[in-house]
T-cell receptor, first 114, second 109 residues
Framework: GAVVSQHPSRVICKSGTSVKIECRSL??????MFWYRQFPKQSLMLMAT?????????EQGVEKDKFLINHASLTLSTLTVTSAHPEDSSFYIC??????????FGQGTRLTVV | KNEVEQSPQNLTAQEGEFITINCSYS?????LHWLQQHPGGGIVSLFM?????KKHGRLIATINIQEKHSSLHITASHPRDSAVYIC???????????WGAGTKLIIKP
């Protein structure tokens, strides 16, 4: 299957700093990328949907100024957690699709804010 | 009521057993995905299907669009099949997935 690379896989940062997570589709051009977060023992929760070259669509309750999403090309989307706080500690995972095709997922990023 | 219901929530079985995980949904969909989430968090797409049946190795997925029901079967289960299995129908309006709660499967040797 297609490969989606997410980096970094783990990050620890200090409270108040910003963290950038990258999501790349390595062997296909993704028309749509999705960002999810997952708390322990819970389902994935969709944060935002992004299409290349346009602004991301955020889900209700997700602060767009805190979770900045940039989808600069058909193979790269980034999620920046700004002014991170301990409550932002979570597992973040991206997904990429070409239209209504199969969904492919990155490996996920475990963020710990101390 | 949730749009997607999966059962069972947890399943523990012995190696070699035939496993069935069920998924019912209440909305109109264009396709349905079965996904596997490993203990480390990574997610793998197992199947995407819109009708009938698909088979890949020891895994079989079926869907009945009229009854709004899908099943995932694992034959000759193995401890390495231990994972969370997620049913996720496609919200065809914007390519978003509707996430089931997942089934935590443990296969004991």
């Amino acid at each position: 299957g297609a490969v989606v690379s997410q980096h970094p896989s783990r990050v620890i940062c200090k409270s108040g700093t910003s963290v950038k997570i990258e999501c790349r589709s390595l062997d296909f051009q993704a028309t749509t990328m999705f960002w999810y977060r997952q708390f322990p023992k819970q389902s994935l929760m969709l944060m935002a949907t992004s299409n290349e070259g346009s602004k991301a669509t955020y889900e209700q309750g997700v602060e767009k100024d805190k979770f900045l999403i940039n989808h600069a090309s058909l193979t790269l989307s980034t999620l920046t957690v700004t002014s991170a706080h301990p409550e932002d500690s979570s597992f973040y995972i991206c997904s990429a699709r070409v239209g209504a095709s199969e969904a492919f997922f990155g490996q996920g990023t475990r963020l710990t804010v101390v | 009521k949730n749009e997607v219901e999966q059962s069972p929530q947890n399943l523990t079985a012995q190696e070699g057993e035939f496993i069935t995980i069920n998924c019912s949904y209440s909305v109109g969909i264009s396709a349905l995905h079965w996904l596997q989430q490993h203990p480390g968090g990574g997610i793998v797409s197992l199947f995407m299907l819109s009708s009938g049946k698909k088979k890949h190795g020891r895994l079989i997925a079926t869907i009945n669009i009229q009854e709004k029901h899908s099943s995932l079967h694992i034959t000759a289960s193995h401890p390495r099949d231990s994972a969370v299995y997620i049913c996720a129908p496609d919200r065809d309006s914007n390519y978003q997935l509707i996430w089931g709660a997942g089934t935590k499967l443990i296969i004991k040797p």
